[in-house]
């Protein structure tokens, strides 16, 4: 299912405000635990798969990358991507992640970041991307944790004075589709286990290197009390692996 939310003005909108818009890697807190995942990416050819605002993309250039190419199916994406480079050794392209199609052993690494808990087939999408490196290459992922995509609601459970009690955790190994809200809108997500995206990666032939679980960085907790909750339960994953063979 290709549902393309980002070009809807009022959901486009409101994503712009989000501090990882605004304020770039920097504003992500998750950044730092990715950032470690990622091997070295001088004279690396890359492919960001869903890349939004390129930020990545950027980055991977800033660290010494031969070339970028950054794949969104959003146009506004993809136009504000464009707006924000000015560099010839980065192409973008808008197309749906499903859709994407390179010759064998392009790419050096490939990196992604919260796209694929919005994607069906991941099993077929990792064979692509294995396809696509050279061996030896990477592939790192981020994807929002499957203890936080299991109920449609993503929500905690609250007493009666509004705090958290408990992050439920239900149907978990019903791997299906989730109705979850997003900046005020109904946005649909593909629910997998951990032991799937595992063997998933495997099946496909890939060595898993790192898995990692999200903690807020002390940068992000120590002077904000909304954050202190993010300790208690992870909200994304993030996987690192090899094409070695």
């Not at 990545?56 to 707006?83: F, N, P, T, W």
């Not at 944790?145 to 149907?171: A, C, M």
């Not at 629910?191 to 990692?212: D, E, M, P």
């Amino acid at each position: 299912m290709k549902e393309n939310k980002y070009d809807n003005p009022d959901f486009f909108t409101a994503y712009s405000q989000m501090s990882r818009s605004v304020n770039g890697l920097e504003g992500a807190g998750e950044w730092e635990m990715f950032k470690a995942l990622l091997p070295d990416l001088n004279d690396k050819n890359i492919l960001d798969v869903g890349c939004g605002f390129g930020w990545h993309c950027r980055y991977a250039r800033a660290q010494g990358a031969s070339s970028v190419i950054g794949v969104d199916l959003s146009e506004k994406m993809i136009e504000k991507a464009k707006s924000m480079t000015d560099d010839s050794k980065i192409t973008y392209l808008q197309l749906a992640v499903e859709d994407i199609d390179f010759i064998e052993q392009q790419f050096d690494v490939v990196i992604s970041s919260l796209t694929f808990h919005y994607i069906e087939s991941f099993d077929r999408l990792c064979q692509k991307i294995y396809a696509y490196l050279n061996f030896g290459g990477s592939f790192v992922f981020s994807v929002e944790h499957p203890i936080f995509t299991s109920r449609p609601e993503q929500d905690w459970i609250y007493d009666n004075k509004g705090e958290p009690l408990y992050w439920p955790v239900d149907d978990y190994n019903i791997e299906s589709v989730r109705e979850a809200q997003f900046l005020g809108h109904k946005v649909t997500k593909y629910h997998r286990t951990l032991s799937t995206y595992i063997n998933c990666l495997i099946q496909a032939g890939f060595t898993v290197n790192s898995v990692k679980e999200t903690l807020p960085p002390n940068a992000l907790t120590k002077d904000k009390i909304e954050m202190k909750d993010e300790v208690r339960r992870p909200m994304f994953l993030m996987i690192s692996v090899t094409k070695n063979r």
